[in-house]
């Protein structure tokens, strides 16, 4: 596609719940990043896919929270028994394998946990 | 990655050039200089990087000192639209790790 594609563009799920939020990367592009961005703070690096190699998952929180990513296509980031800490943008980018002009990024997914 | 420095808040003219430092001064010879900026509820979206040589592309000009231990970020003639958080990002290129993005400047125009 033209762009990164992020759905939902907003979800409000309750305390304890499940959630699974998706990522459309560029079509080509082999990297794909997940960050978190809390209300008034900086990004928060999550986890990493570089075409078929191992993810880089060192910026997970919790085990909480896991990824998946289908060769070099959609992503989905799950986040299990969500707390209200949780609560934020998640933004998804993707960029060619070496990322040398930079990431293009999604609009993100704003969760609220209530 | 090298921690970059930047202040935490400027304001600027509408239609002056913006000026935006930043401090690297632990940069490794390997390291780009990258700039990318956040308009309140999107995403972070890339502007410029660079080497050694100074950059210039449609959005902006990529300044950067002799001994790359500093950048400025100019935006030739701001407008309200580039209000923003701007990220300076120092990065080895050419192995698709992640960026680490500090705090930024928010950088306010003013009419």
């Known amino acids: 596609g033209a762009g990164v594609s992020q759905s939902p563009s907003n979800k409000v799920t309750e305390k304890g719940k499940d959630v699974e939020l998706r990522c459309d990367p560029i079509?080509?592009?082999?990297?794909l990043y997940w960050y978190r961005q809390r209300l008034g703070q900086g990004l928060e690096f999550l986890i990493y896919?570089?075409?078929?190699?191992?993810?880089?998952k060192s910026g997970l929180p919790s085990d909480r929270f896991s990824a998946e990513r289908t060769g070099e296509s959609v992503s989905t980031l799950t986040i299990q028994r969500t707390q209200q800490e949780d609560s934020a943008v998640y933004l998804c980018?993707?960029?060619?394998?070496?990322?040398?002009?930079?990431?293009?990024f999604g609009s993100g997914t704003r969760l609220t946990v209530v | 990655d090298a921690k970059t420095t930047q202040p935490t808040s400027m304001d600027c003219a509408e239609g002056r050039a913006a000026n935006l430092p930043c401090n690297h001064s632990?940069?490794?010879?390997?390291?780009?200089v990258y700039w990318y900026r956040q308009i309140h509820s999107q995403g972070p979206q890339y502007i410029i990087h660079?080497?050694?040589n100074n950059e210039t592309n449609e959005m902006a000009s990529l300044i950067i000192t002799e001994d790359r231990k500093s950048s400025t970020l100019i935006l030739p003639h701001a407008t309200l639209r580039d209000t923003a958080v701007y990220y300076c990002?120092?990065?080895?290129?050419?192995?698709?790790?992640?960026?680490?993005f500090g705090t930024g400047t928010s950088l306010t125009v003013i009419p």
């Open positions: 980018a993707s960029s060619s394998q070496t990322g040398l002009y930079g990431y293009t």
């Open positions: 079509s080509g592009h082999t990297a």
């Open positions: 896919f570089q075409g078929n190699s191992a993810p880089d």
């Open positions: 632990t940069i490794s010879g390997n390291e780009y």
């Open positions: 660079g080497l050694k």
């Open positions: 990002i120092v990065r080895v290129a050419n192995t698709g790790n992640q960026f680490y």
